[in-house]
């Protein structure tokens, strides 16, 4: 049974096997999928695949890459369909200071706001924060998100960073990044938080571990990460399989 924390499923690349993907990921042994939100066309989409896959839930943010589309109405919009059961995280939202494609002092605003709308609505965050650690962890206690807590998605930072998020009541979710070769960062960021504050996640249609790097990724390659994962703690893949899914069914407040 394994929890994919963090997934797009509502992504064009999947349009032509979504649904007989899904149904087979489920029968063997994905248990629980979260589907994430980027933009604002993607929020009906994603609360298209929780309403019809029991096993789908959905987190309803939207990205830096679109802060700049941002407004008051796509704000109710999320308020409104947060108020359906399946929902159970807000995100993915952050910094993204890679491409910028949205100016950066409007996604520190509207990253702000929609962290805000998590407290508001009690919900846990899903952050999304690449080439912008300083003002993510700076935007991060000034929120005081330790309210809500969540996720630090496809964790990027220092194992001496993780630390500091975890007292921010925030987990960390390992990708197929700590597969690759040069995953040194990475990997030592697994050897320091505790099993007990970890997630898996895959990031579909992005970022598919090896020995898939390059393809269309799916939850499916989470064996992958949750193999590295044992080697690295050293324990079985059984146990970083039951514990990462029961981290996400509280971090999600499912049963």
Same mark, same amino acid.
């Given at each position: 049974?394994?929890?994919?924390?963090?997934?797009?499923?509502?992504?064009?690349?999947?349009?032509?096997?979504?649904?007989?993907?899904?149904?087979?990921?489920?029968? /063997?042994?994905?248990?629980?999928?979260?589907?994430?939100?980027?933009?604002?066309?993607?929020?009906?989409?994603?609360?298209?695949?929780?309403?019809?896959?029991?096993?789908?839930?959905?987190?309803?943010?939207?990205?830096?890459?679109?802060?700049? %589309?941002?407004?008051? /109405?796509?704000?109710?919009?999320?308020?409104?369909?947060?108020?359906?059961?399946?929902?159970?995280? *807000?995100?993915?939202?952050?910094?993204?200071?890679?491409?910028?494609?949205?100016?950066?002092?409007?996604?520190?605003?509207?990253?702000?706001?929609?962290?805000?709308?998590?407290?508001?609505?009690?919900?846990?965050?899903?952050?999304?924060?690449?080439?912008?650690?300083?003002?993510?962890?700076? *935007?991060?206690?000034?929120?005081?998100?330790?309210?809500?807590?969540? *996720?630090?998605?496809?964790?990027?930072?220092?194992?001496?960073?993780?630390?500091?998020?975890?007292?921010?009541?925030?987990?960390?979710?390992?990708?197929?990044?700590?597969?690759?070769?040069?995953?040194?960062?990475?990997?030592?960021?697994?050897?320091?938080?505790?099993?007990? %504050?970890?997630?898996?996640?895959?990031?579909?249609?992005?970022?598919?571990?090896?020995?898939?790097?390059?393809?269309?990724?799916?939850?499916?390659?989470?064996?992958?990460?949750?193999?590295?994962?044992?080697?690295?703690?050293?324990?079985?893949?059984?146990?970083?399989? /039951? *514990?990462?899914?029961?981290?996400? %069914?509280?971090?999600?407040?499912?049963?």
């Amino acid at each position: 049974m394994i929890f994919d924390t963090h997934a797009h499923y509502d992504d064009e690349r999947f349009d032509e096997d979504r649904d007989s993907l899904l149904k087979r990921l489920h029968q /063997e042994g994905i248990s629980y999928i979260l589907n994430a939100s980027a933009s604002p066309e993607s929020l009906g989409a994603t609360m298209e695949l929780a309403e019809k896959y029991p096993f789908v839930y959905a987190a309803l943010g939207i990205h830096p890459h679109d802060a700049e %589309k941002m407004n008051e /109405e796509i704000m109710n919009k999320i308020r409104t369909l947060s108020k359906n059961d399946k929902v159970v995280a *807000i995100g993915e939202i952050g910094l993204d200071y890679y491409y910028d494609n949205s100016p950066r002092d409007i996604q520190r605003y509207w990253f702000e706001r929609q962290i805000e709308l998590a407290k508001e609505l009690r919900l846990p965050i899903i952050i999304h924060d690449r080439d912008a650690h300083e003002d993510t962890v700076n *935007i991060l206690k000034k929120t005081d998100v330790k309210q809500v807590g969540g *996720i630090f998605h496809c964790f990027s930072g220092s194992a001496q960073m993780a630390m500091e998020m975890l007292k921010l009541n925030l987990y960390i979710a390992v990708g197929g990044a700590v597969t690759f070769k040069n995953a040194r960062k990475t990997v030592e960021v697994v050897k320091a938080v505790p099993l007990e %504050k970890l997630l898996v996640e895959t990031d579909c249609p992005y970022l598919s571990p090896e020995p898939h790097r390059g393809k269309r990724n799916n939850s499916g390659y989470l064996v992958h990460i949750i193999r590295k994962i044992a080697e690295i703690k050293e324990i079985s893949e059984s146990e970083v399989a /039951e *514990i990462t899914l029961m981290n996400a %069914k509280k971090v999600f407040g499912l049963k």
